[in-house]
C-alpha cells in the first residue's frame, strides 16, 4: 500500500507546473514577468533588458516563482516562490537587496502602502511579515528576518492584499475564506485582531484585488473564485454586496450537458485606476471578461467579452499601471512535459480603454508595443513562439489550478500515510 502511494505523490508532483506571472510598475517605467525559477524585466525608460544583480544568496531563485509584485511607489520589488526564500529588489538598481528564508513554499506577497513592510504567505497558511526599517536608497538589507503575523493555519493562502487606506491586510485562502485582518501598529508582535470574514465563495479563491474612487476611498474588495464568480465586499462588516456569475453570464463555454465544463475558475483579475472596470481572466476563456463595477449603487455587471482570435492566448495573469490605461497579459507555463523548449510565455496587450477613445479595446500588435522585439524576446524568451506549446500549456495550467487549489478527498489508509510521511514540522532550533 505504501508503494503505491509513494507513487502517486510523486506522480502528483511531478505534473505541477507554475504558470507565468506579470507585474507592471504603478508609472509604467518597468514590467516583469516570471515563469518558473526565471525573473525577466524589461526597462521602458531605456527600452532595454534588465540584467539582474544578487549578491545576497547564490543565483537568484532556484525553484518556480509563485508570486510576484511592485510596491504601490514602485521602488521597491518582491519575488517569491518554491524554494522557500523571499527577495526583495531595488527597482532603481534591479539588485537585490535583502533575501528572506521562508519555512514553507511562498504561495502570495503583498508590500504595505507605505513600503515599510513585505508581507508573504505560505502553503501552510501562516502570513509573515517583514520590517523594512532603514532601507535607503540601494543599499542591502542585512539579517532581516520574518515574524509569524496572522494564520489561517493548513489552508493554502492564495492570495494578499493592503486595504488602500493600509488599515487592513487581506487574506485568501483555498477553503473559500476571505479573512480582513487590523494590520497593527507593531506587526512585529502580531496581527490579533480579525475586522470581518467575507463568506461566500463554494470553493477555492484565487485572486483579490480592490476598486477604489475619490467619492469612495476606502475602497471595496473584489474576489475572484473556482466557483466561476466574481464578488463585491464591504470589509469593514464582510457584507457581500453582488455576486457577478462571470462563466454563466458571458456564456464562455457550451455545456454539452457536462456540468463541470460550466464551471470555469476565475485564474486572475486587476482594477483600473478609475475603479469603474474590472478585468477577468478565466479558465478555458482565449481572452478576458470585462465588468462595469458602480461603486454607487454597489454592482458588478459584465460589459463585454474581448476575444484574443488567431492564436491560443488564455491568460494565466494580468497587469496594469496606475497611470497608464493599458492592459497586460501573459500566457505560458514552466515545467511543461513532452517539451524540450526553456519556459516560454507570450505577452500580449490591450488597449482603448480611454473615455475618449472611440470603438471597443482593441488587442496591440506586436510592432505597436513600446520596446517591440526587444521587449517580446526579454519577457517571452523569444520574439515568435509555437502555438501548440500555449495549447498544452492551457491545459497544464487548468490541471494544476485543479490539483494545487481545489480540496483533495483521501482514502483512511492515504490520510494515515501523509501523516507518517509530513515533511512540514518544524525543526528545533
Known sequence: ??????????????????????????????VAVAVGSDLRVFDFQGVSAVSLVDDTSGPFHKDSIRAIRYSADGNLFVSAGDDKVVKIWSTDSWCCICTVPSEKRVSAVALSNDSLYVCFADKFGVVWV???????????????????????YCSIITSLEFSPDGRFVISADRDFKIRVTVFPKKPLDGAHEIQSFCLGHTEFVSCLDFVFTSDFPQGFLVSGSGDSTVRLWDISSGSLLDTCEVGAK????????KEEEC???????????DGTLIAVAAQSLQGIVLLSCDLSTRTLSITRVV????????????????????????????????????????????????????????????????????????LQGSVSVEEKVFLAAAEAVKTAMSNLLVKKQYSTEKREFRKRTRNDRKTKQ
Open 307 to 378: 476575444s484574443i482570435m488567431g492564436e491560443a492566448f488564455i491568460p494565466t495573469s494580468l497587469g496594469m499601471s496606475s497611470s497608464a490605461r493599458l492592459l497586460w497579459m501573459v500566457t505560458g507555463v514552466s515545467n511543461l512535459h513532452g517539451f524540450v523548449n526553456p519556459p516560454l510565455v507570450r505577452v500580449r496587450i490591450i488597449s482603448g480603454f480611454e473615455k475618449s477613445s472611440p470603438g471597443d479595446p482593441t488587442i496591440l500588435e506586436d510592432n505597436e508595443i513600446l520596446g517591440g522585439d526587444k521587449l517580446l524576446e526579454k
Open 263 to 273: 464551471n470555469l475558475a476565475v485564474t486572475d483579475l486587476c482594477t483600473f485606476p
Open 130 to 152: 517583514v520590517d523594512l526599517d532603514g532601507f535607503d536608497g540601494n543599499q542591502m538589507l542585512v539579517n532581516k528576518k520574518a515574524a509569524p503575523l496572522l494564520a489561517h
Open 250 to 257: 458571458a456564456e464562455l463555454l457550451e455545456s454539452n450537458g
Open 1 to 30: 500500500m505504501e508503494e503505491t502511494l509513494t507513487e502517486e505523490g510523486e506522480t502528483n508532483k511531478d505534473i505541477e507546473v507554475a504558470p507565468a506571472l506579470i507585474a507592471v510598475h504603478p508609472t509604467q517605467k518597468s
